[in-house]
Every structure is written in C-alpha cells, then in structure tokens.
C-alpha cells in the first residue's frame, strides 16, 4: 500500500517498536510485525495486534507497572 504520511513510498512486511503510556505507565513492545514505509519509515500494525498490544497494556497498567519492555511474541 502508499504510504498516508509521506505519499511517496510503499510498505513492505517488517518490524517496529510500539510505546504506549496511560498516567505513570509505559509499556514498550518490540518486534511488532508491522507493515513499513520504504521512504519515511511510517509504520502500520494490524488491527488484531494492535487489540493485543492495547489489552496488555492495559494489564500491565491496572496491575501497577510503571515502565514494561516485551519482545512481541511474549507479549
């Protein structure tokens, strides 16, 4: 697909690091399967990881972490 931000490249298959942070919370995700810019490096995840990325987020928050760093599959 075009890339939204740039315009100008295209996305291939690859990874990204995914940070989230709600009130004293940060949760950092890494080797998130995504879809990447060729030119500008925007990267676009999946709807059911982003689900999965906001639930585990979600749990680390309620359960009092402040800051959490996970390889995706782990996750």
């Not at 998130?32 to 990267?43: F, R, S």
């Amino acid at each position: 697909m075009r890339c939204v931000i740039c315009r100008q490249g295209e996305t291939t298959a690859g990874e990204t690091t995914v940070t989230l942070e709600r009130d004293e919370t940060v949760v950092v995700f890494r080797h998130v399967p995504a879809e990447v810019c060729d030119n500008c490096a925007e990267a676009y995840v999946d709807d059911s990881i982003a689900r999965s990325l906001l639930q585990t987020a979600e749990e680390a928050a309620v359960s009092g972490v402040q800051v959490d760093i996970r390889h995706f599959p782990a996750a």
